[in-house]
Structure formats: structure tokens, C-alpha cells
């Protein structure tokens, strides 16, 4: 299988790439069973696993990205192409995504990898004889591909997968105020906020002082309008950060590119309307094992082909097939 994707004609522009799911795609219906981890400072993940509960079947865990959670299209329509092909997968649920508001002050952001190497080490404890890997989209994408950087050879998975990745965090969050990207950043910041307020709301509801004074002392919300603000106010002084640049910095997934030693496939289009061109990495930037698919069209996960009446999905058609590749190839 290559990366032979042709954009759907009725589809050709990247904003409609990328919101024709969120608005019109039935979302696959799974049964799936929900576990809940909890994490050594009393937080807790949500986990939720499809496909078949065998020892040896490989296992895929799905990242999601931004204000999404396990139930986003792109993740459920992934689960159910793995599990067409005898492959088990888990959907994570990043801090306080599931739907429910999670237990501390902080939450997840673009860097959040110990959480990532906290699942993994459950999910090896757990199916120690299947073959592991992972797919990050988006925010998660970031996530895990920083993560494969830091840990080498030691990451624990046989393959991986990134899609529409922001490499460079402190110029996507500068893409994103342009033009008609300001609608997406207008409605990443109502669910930005909402997931702060949530979370104050439940401290109060629950008497916690501590931790609601923690939220409280970030100061008033309504004046936040861009990423630059959150990321400045909320997300760094939440999660050890100087300010949004030391976070840009330390948690933009570019910088760890090279370092990377498990097979990689990034897939990416140049017309994403949250990633400016030069953000994509070159090639030379890359590990020997990291191939990076850049395609003319495809907005932000979306890569959507097929015809009006029946439209496809590239990502849930390459990127398992991708996978079983990697597999044989061992």
C-alpha cells in the first residue's frame, strides 16, 4: 500500500477538508469497554479498548488531539479499520476529556509526554505479548512524536503514525490568527475555556480549596482570544512552564525529530490551515526510520476522497494498512 491519496473533487478546499466530518460524518457506533487509569499524582486517564481481547493480537493506541477526546470521528473510524483487520486498539482520553473534568489544576497540552509513557508502560504490563503501537493526530501526534524522540530505542512500540502534526507550536499558534483559521481558533478557545470552568466548578462543587484557588489565581478568562493568550496564562503556569514560549520551545515535537529510532510515518498536507508550510520539517531533519508523506491537499485530518454518495477515508484505509506492513517487515 502507498500513499496514493487523491482528495474527493467536492472537497478540494482545506477548510472543507477539514470540517466535513465534524459535520456530516456519522460516527462509527463501537462497543467498547472503558477502563479508568490512575496515575501516580491522583489523577486518572480513561481508556477506552475495541477489538479483539486476545494475548498476541496487535494492539494500536489512538491519540486524539485538541479539545477531542476518544470519541472523535477520526478516532472511532480508525478503531473500527483496525479492528476489520483482527487488530485491537485503545483510544486515550487525554486529562479531563472523556467527559468528565479531571482531579487537579493542570490538564494535558502539546508536551504532555510522561502522561504518554505512563500509558504505554500499562499497556505492555497489560498485553505483554502484543505488538505495540501508536497513532497521534494532530496535538497528539506532537505528543508522540516528542515522546519517540525522548526515548529512542526505548519507547516500547514497533511502529508509529503522526498526522497533521503542529511541528513548531509557537508558529502554529501564529497560523491559526490568520485569515479564516481565526474560526478555529475562536472555537478551540470556547472549549479551552469551558474546560477550565468545568474544572473550577467541580473544586467548588466538591469544597476543594486548593486547587480551585490554583485556577482562580490564573486570573479573569473572558479577555483570552488567542493561544498566545491560553498558552501564556493557563497552560504554562499550570504545567511548569516560564511562560508560552519556554512551553513553544520545550514542547514542539520538531525538535525531537531527529532523535527518533522507531519506524515513523508522518502524514501531512501542505495546504493544512493550522500549519504554515515551513513549518513541515525536511527532510535532512528526519531519522533514517521516519518517512514523511506530504500531500498537495487534505486540510487538518482530514484527507477525505471517495464521491459525495459514498465518501472514503484515507487515513482509516493507509494508516492500518501502513501498520501491517511494519509488522511482516519484522
Given at each position: ?254 525538535y525531537f525529530l531527529g532523535a527518533i529510532r522507531v519506524r ?67
Amino acid at each position: 500500500m502507498n500513499g496514493n491519496f487523491q482528495p474527493a473533487w467536492w472537497l478540494r478546499n482545506p477548510h472543507l477538508q477539514t470540517l466535513w466530518s465534524a459535520f456530516f460524518r456519522q460516527a462509527p457506533q463501537l462497543q467498547r469497554q472503558r477502563e479508568r487509569l490512575w496515575l501516580e499524582d491522583g489523577d486518572f486517564l480513561d481508556l477506552d479498548w475495541y477489538g479483539p481481547h486476545t494475548a498476541e493480537a496487535p494492539l494500536v493506541l489512538v491519540l486524539h488531539g485538541l479539545t477531542g477526546s476518544s470519541g472523535s470521528h477520526y478516532v472511532l473510524g480508525l478503531q473500527q479499520a483496525l479492528a476489520a483487520q483482527g487488530w485491537a486498539s485503545v483510544g486515550l482520553n487525554w486529562r479531563g476529556c472523556s467527559g468528565e473534568a479531571n482531579l487537579l489544576p493542570r490538564g494535558y497540552h502539546s508536551g504532555v509526554s510522561e502522561d504518554l509513557a505512563t500509558v504505554i508502560r500499562h499497556l505492555q504490563a497489560t498485553r505483554p505479548m502484543a505488538p505495540l503501537h501508536a497513532v497521534g493526530y494532530s496535538l497528539g501526534g506532537n505528543v508522540l512524536l516528542k515522546y519517540l524522540g525522548e526515548t529512542a530505542e526505548h519507547s516500547g512500540l514497533q511502529a508509529a503514525v503522526a498526522v497533521s502534526v503542529p511541528f513548531r507550536l509557537d508558529q502554529c499558534a501564529d497560523r491559526i490568527g490568520i485569515g479564516f483559521s481565526r474560526v478555529y481558533q475562536a472555537h478551540f478557545m470556547r472549549e479551552l475555556l469551558a474546560y477550565v470552568r468545568d474544572k473550577q466548578q467541580r473544586f467548588r462543587d466538591e469544597g476543594r480549596r486548593e486547587p480551585l484557588a490554583a485556577l482562580e489565581n490564573l486570573g479573569q478568562l473572558e479577555d483570552m482570544r488567542t493561544f498566545w493568550d491560553f498558552d501564556g496564562r493557563v497552560t504554562a503556569p499550570l504545567h511548569g512552564f516560564a511562560d508560552a514560549d519556554d512551553y513553544y520551545r520545550r514542547a514542539s515535537s520538531r525538535y525531537f525529530l531527529g532523535a527518533i529510532r522507531v519506524r515513523t510515518l508522518l502524514i501531512q498536507a501542505a495546504d493544512d490551515p493550522f500549519v504554515f508550510r515551513h513549518s513541515i520539517p525536511a527532510t535532512d531533519e528526519l531519522s533514517a526510520g521516519t518517512t514523511l508523506e506530504l500531500h498537495a491537499r487534505g486540510g487538518h485530518v482530514g484527507f477525505i476522497e471517495g464521491s459525495l454518495r459514498r465518501p472514503a477515508f484515507y487515513l482509516e484505509r493507509r494508516i492500518p494498512a501502513w501498520l501491517a506492513q511494519q509488522l511482516k517487515g519484522n
